[in-house]
């Protein structure tokens, strides 16, 4: 396969081998913790209590705020129609959610209605197909209708 290596098969060839050499992790010392000074010494205040007591410490200097940057003026114009905006898409939502609920309303009303039809058809439907006594119909007393309506009691 390798013609030019079959030749020298009984010569040795060295060999050099190569050793990772393993990296040593640095060992952070801590910083020595040394006493600072402040920069200037600050001046020693008594105050004398209402009672006659004496409290004597350092006047500590509060931390001012940065100062604030001044923020160019927004004209009344984009805030108006900033806000008109803002009311339009209020008005469109709010009409949007009042004809949903128109709809949802006249649904509703219609389920009752369909309801009640049906009932009042089913009740109908039981009179008329009940297995009561009249077969064939209703029959009605003429007679004594008309001598009740005539008041005839005779």
């Known amino acids: 396969m390798y013609p030019e290596l079959a030749h020298?098969?009984?010569?040795?060839?060295s060999v050099e081998v190569h050793h990772p050499t393993p990296i040593q992790p640095t060992v952070m010392a801590?910083?020595?913790?040394?006493?600072?000074?402040?920069g200037h010494v600050p001046a020693v205040a008594s105050i004398v209590l209402p009672d006659g007591r004496v409290v004597t410490g350092y006047a500590i200097d509060h931390a001012r705020p940065e100062p604030?940057?001044?923020?160019?003026?927004?004209?009344?114009?984009?805030v108006n129609v900033a806000l008109g905006g803002v009311g339009f898409l209020a008005v469109c939502g709010g009409l949007l959610l009042l004809t949903s609920f128109?709809?949802?309303?006249?649904?509703?009303?219609?389920?009752?209605?369909?309801?009640?039809?049906?009932?009042?058809?089913g009740w109908i439907a039981?009179?008329?197909?009940?297995?009561?006594?009249h077969k064939g119909?209703?029959?009605?007393?003429?007679?004594?209708?008309?001598?009740k309506r005539n008041k005839f009691f005779g």
């Not at 020298?8 to 060839?13: D, K, L, S, V």
């Not at 801590?30 to 402040?38: D, I, N, R, W």
């Not at 006249?106 to 389920?111: E, G, N, R, S």
């Not at 119909?137 to 001598?147: D, F, L």
């Open 8 to 13: 020298n098969t009984t010569e040795q060839r």
């Open 30 to 38: 801590p910083a020595p913790m040394v006493a600072m000074q402040p």
């Open 68 to 78: 604030v940057t001044v923020k160019p003026p927004v004209s009344r114009t984009a």
């Open 102 to 121: 128109i709809a949802a309303l006249t649904a509703f009303i219609t389920q009752l209605i369909t309801l009640a039809a049906v009932i009042f058809g």
């Open 126 to 133: 039981v009179q008329i197909f009940s297995a009561s006594g």
């Open 137 to 147: 119909g209703t029959t009605v007393n003429i007679r004594k209708a008309v001598i």
